[in-house]
């Protein structure tokens, strides 16, 4: 990559467990989210703030000119997937959902976004992940695809 090339990206990301399930406790929860970022600085991905719910994670991040997006979430995904199993993190195989959301930030927007993410706890008191993520797809003009479905 050149010196003379400039990139501002942002992208949240949004995955969840298989099926959804609530599987992660509180603790394996907190020591994901720094497994994420300290993963994320490692392979150059600046991450501004990630929170991992029980069954669901968001992730800012400046995406690199160097990755795609499929490319960074498969990294984060791959890898914290692989942690939790091998650190015996919850009871059993434990396996992200296929799939993942990515929805652009406007670079006015990343503290409005960030400040979202750090509230999670607050906004999955009255709303599951489903519904969020629902809400996500709607709000940017994107068609809901069902489990079955492709």
């Not at 994320?40 to 501004?48: C, L, S, T």
């Not at 995904?77 to 650190?87: D, F, L, P």
Request: hydrophobic residues 35%.
């Amino acid at each position: 990559m050149s010196v003379h090339s400039y990139s501002r990206c942002w992208v949240h990301l949004i995955w969840g467990t298989l099926s959804r399930e609530r599987i992660l406790n509180k603790k394996a929860a907190a020591g994901l989210s720094q497994y994420l970022a300290k993963y994320a600085d490692e392979q150059g991905v600046y991450m501004k703030i990630n929170f991992v719910n029980l069954d669901h994670v968001h992730a800012l991040i400046d995406l690199p000119t160097g990755f795609s997006i499929e490319k960074v979430v498969q990294l984060l995904k791959g890898s914290s997937s692989h942690s939790v199993n091998s650190n015996e993190l919850v009871t059993g195989k434990f396996a992200w959902g296929r799939g993942y959301g990515t929805f652009s930030v406007s670079h006015s927007n990343v503290d409005v976004v960030a400040r979202y993410i750090a509230d999670q706890e607050e906004h999955h008191r009255e709303r599951t992940f489903a519904d969020e993520l629902r809400e996500f797809i709607d709000r940017h003009g994107l068609r809901w695809h069902d489990e079955g479905s492709r």
